[in-house]
């Protein structure tokens, strides 16, 4: 293969690779979920995360979320994942609880963000509010 064809392919392939980053640090921050029976764990349906992070789901109470406390979560590589399992490690009452999604900025790929200190792991904010979705519950 002579000089200018390796580049030309060198070239090609760059792009492509560059494209598919810029996608997934660009990509629109947001969950989609779907009402759900609840036993030990949730399906977040969809997750557009523009850097890695996490999933959490928390309780509601009086219509809101506990916060900084969290009943759940999982780690989501940036760009769209699909069905999404978290599993719970706590209670909850009534017929919803919430998904929101978190960054990754302290220690990579171990969640920090709760009732021990909330420095690391922050919400992802969109227009000046939390990226959230309620998960109905079915009984």
Same mark, same amino acid.
């Given at each position: =293969? ?8 060198? &070239? ?6 560059? !494209?598919? @980053? ?18 030990? @764990? ?17 309780? =509601?109470?009086? !219509? ?7 009943? %759940?979560?999982?780690? $989501?590589?940036? %760009? ?7 599993? &719970? ?10 998904? =929101? &999604? ?23 904010? $969109? ?13």
């Amino acid at each position: =293969m002579n000089t200018k064809k390796k580049f030309a392919v060198s &070239l090609a392939a760059l792009a492509v690779t560059t !494209g598919a @980053a810029f996608a997934a640090a660009h990509a629109p921050n947001g969950l989609e979920t779907q009402k759900q029976e609840l036993s030990h @764990a949730v399906v977040v349906k969809s997750v557009t995360a523009a850097a890695d992070g996490w999933v959490v789901i928390h309780a =509601m109470k009086d !219509g809101k979320p506990v916060v900084p406390a969290s009943i %759940g979560h999982t780690y $989501v590589k940036a %760009g769209t994942t699909e069905n999404v399992y978290v599993p &719970l490690t706590g209670p909850y009452e009534g017929d919803k609880v919430i998904a =929101m &999604l978190h960054v990754d900025d302290g220690k990579m790929g171990v969640y920090e963000f709760g009732i021990s200190g909330v420095a690391n792991d922050k919400p992802v904010i $969109v227009d000046g509010k939390p990226v959230v979705k309620p998960i109905a519950i079915e009984e």
